[in-house]
Each structure stands twice: as structure tokens, then as C-alpha cells.
């Protein structure tokens, strides 16, 4: 295992990495007075996912998880903050407000272009550049490489998207980010389970890592997968662990982990 300061990867024998690139909660001490007390929460975060995606290391993939919150700064954002959606309401690099829409910093204290570009310097590039190192050491030893990106979110947030958001959304950049044969292999895993709704490139199509990782031409993959809390947890604090919900979905998981490691190019 490798333990950075903003990180901890665990390489793989394996083809596969997966990030979680939403599942820190750390807040740094000097940061912490700039925001409102319910933000030191970090509500927003993907709850869990490092203890549920945990099982795949075993399997053959390697696991990177970072350390610090969201509230930080976003690692599924681009580095100049262009928006990731054209025409909906999207968070930033370093997000100034809630998924529900208020704001998480007092007054005066969101940062400014100094401390967002330091924020970068300190905790985005770092695990850029550690997925960027993996995958090129993946490739070297596998001929491909694929990185699957995993997220969960409440299954309703009005301020980001209407109505109910399906169990699992299966991202490829509507087919950009990935081979055919894989992105079909992958539908198809969700397609058969009956526990979950689901669907491939709706609302949720890939982030800032999905996008930018994924160039199947040069034998580097990317997928996201984003799944909601309620797949495997309450969808209010304590934001515990369901077993018995996410007893039903470890399975789904373990299915598309295999499916990816199985997975060749000329299949």
C-alpha cells in the first residue's frame, strides 16, 4: 500500500483501479473556521464507498482512496473549473455550496483564486498524478488499463437534477470513454440484476476523471459509476451502513469488478 499525505493506493495484479474520489471526510484544521458549522459535516460525501468497493483488492484490482472532503476541493473536477454539464446547476472545484444549494462557507471566507489554485497544488494534482502513474504502470504490465470511478449520491437533490435518480448510472461519456465491448459488458451486468433500477449516460455520463482518463484509442478505459445512497444505506444521518441493503448490492459490484478484470480488448 502506498500512504500519501492526500491518499492511500493499493496497487493491483490486475487490469482494474478503482477511485472514490468523493469518499474523504477530512477537513483540515487551518480550513475548518471558514465554514458553517453544517458543512464540518460534509454531508455530501460519497459515504462508504472505500469500505464497500474494499472486497475488489482481494479480487486483483488496485483501490485509491483519498483523505479529505469534497469541501476541500472536488477530485472529479477539472483543473480550470469548466462546468461538467452545459445548462444544469454543477459544483465546482472547490464547491462553495451544498448539493441542496446554500452555502457552506461564512461570509467572505469562500476561497479565492490564490487559495483555490494552492488547494489544487496540494490535494488535486496529487491524486491525478498518482491515477495517471498507476494506470500507465497497468497498461505497461496488461497492455490496457481501465479505470472505474465510483460515486454515490442521495437519490433526490432538486438543485442538481429532477426527479428520482436510478439505483445505478453507469457513465461512459455516451461511449467516448471506453470500448464498445466493455461499456456493452457492463450494461449488460446491470441490465440482468433485478434488485436496482438502472440505466447507461443518463443524467450522470462521467466526470473531470471519467473524461479525461478514458481514451480507449491508446488502451485506457474509463467508467463511472454512480449509485445511490439508498442502495445501501439511509439517506439521512447517521449515514450508516445498511447490511442487508447493501448485502443486495455487493453482489451487483462484484460482478462488474470481475467483468472488467476478465475483460480483453479483442474479445
Known amino acids: 500500500m502506498n500512504n500519501h499525505g492526500s491518499y492511500t493506493l493499493t496497487p493491483g495484479a490486475g487490469a482494474v483501479l478503482i477511485s472514490v474520489p468523493h469518499v474523504g471526510t477530512i477537513i483540515p484544521d487551518d480550513l475548518a473556521p471558514r465554514y458553517l458549522p453544517r458543512a464540518l459535516q460534509v454531508e455530501d460525501t460519497d459515504w462508504h464507498l472505500g469500505q464497500l468497493y ?46 441542496t444549494g446554500e452555502p457552506i462557507y ?34 505497461a504490465r496488461h497492455g490496457h488499463a481501465i479505470l472505474f470511478d465510483g460515486h454515490s449520491i442521495k437519490s433526490t437533490l432538486p438543485w442538481l437534477f429532477e426527479g428520482k435518480l436510478p439505483d445505478l448510472n453507469l457513465g461512459t461519456v455516451n461511449g467516448n470513454s471506453c470500448a464498445p465491448g466493455l461499456r456493452a459488458a457492463l450494461a449488460q451486468v446491470l441490465a440482468e440484476q433485478h434488485h436496482f433500477t438502472q440505466v447507461t449516460d443518463g443524467r450522470f455520463k462521467g466526470g473531470h476523471i471519467t473524461r479525461h482518463f478514458g481514451q480507449p484509442a491508446h488502451g485506457q478505459h474509463a467508467i463511472q459509476l454512480e449509485m445511490c445512497w439508498s442502495t445501501y444505506m439511509a439517506e439521512q444521518p447517521p449515514y450508516q451502513v445498511d447490511p442487508a441493503r447493501a448485502s443486495r448490492l455487493t453482489p451487483v459490484l462484484r460482478t462488474l469488478v470481475q467483468t472488467m478484470l476478465d475483460w480483453r480488448p479483442d474479445a
Open 106 to 139: 461564512r461570509d467572505g471566507q469562500a476561497p479565492d483564486a490564490a487559495e483555490i489554485a494552492r488547494r489544487r497544488s496540494v490535494y488535486w494534482q496529487p491524486y491525478h498524478d498518482a491515477l495517471a502513474a498507476e494506470l500507465a504502470r497497468i497498461r
Open 54 to 99: 474494499s472486497f475488489a483488492t482481494a479480487m486483483g484490482a488496485g483501490l485509491i482512496v483519498p483523505r479529505h472532503a469534497r469541501f476541500v476541493i472536488d477530485l472529479n473536477r477539472a483543473p480550470d473549473n469548466a462546468p461538467m454539464y452545459a445548462g444544469a446547476n454543477n459544483t465546482e472545484l472547490c464547491p462553495t455550496r451544498f448539493f
